[in-house]
């Protein structure tokens, strides 16, 4: 079992940034690959960045690309997403999540334990 638990979200100007934290506790961590994803109102979920489970391989969302930047340490059990030039489009409650797998992309049913989420809201 994993507990993850996602904080650092907020409100933010159009072209601000934030930072979100994802902290995880239970099994190794180190054992899992690690995605965050979002979910906007009326909308489903979505991809945004996820990498393997030795951090060697990263994907991205095309529409983050180039301004979302994902990080992990496994000596502190965190995950981080760093969000720079955020767009109103990138208003959504965003989620941590853990596979069991060596990488797990876009699917979310490849993911088997989730955060409760953080609010991001970008004013334009």
């Known amino acids: 079992q994993v507990q993850l638990v996602e904080s650092g979200g907020g409100l933010v100007q159009t072209g601000g940034s934030l930072r979100l934290s994802c902290a995880a506790s239970?099994?190794?961590?180190?054992?899992?690959?690690m995605g965050w994803f979002r979910q906007a109102p009326g909308k489903e979920r979505e991809f945004v960045a996820g990498?393997?489970?030795?951090?060697?391989?990263?994907l991205y969302a095309d529409s983050v690309k180039g301004r979302f930047t994902i990080s992990r340490d496994n000596t502190k059990n965190t995950v981080t997403l760093q969000m720079n030039s955020l767009k109103p489009e990138d208003t959504a409650v965003y989620y941590c999540?853990?596979?069991?797998?060596?990488?797990?992309?876009?699917?979310?049913?490849?993911?088997?334990?989730w955060g409760q989420g953080t609010q991001v809201t970008v004013s334009s």
């Open positions: 239970g099994r190794t961590f180190s054992n899992y690959a």
């Open positions: 999540a853990a596979s069991r797998k060596s990488f797990s992309g876009p699917n979310t049913r490849e993911y088997d334990y």
């Open positions: 990498f393997s489970w030795t951090g060697d391989f990263t």
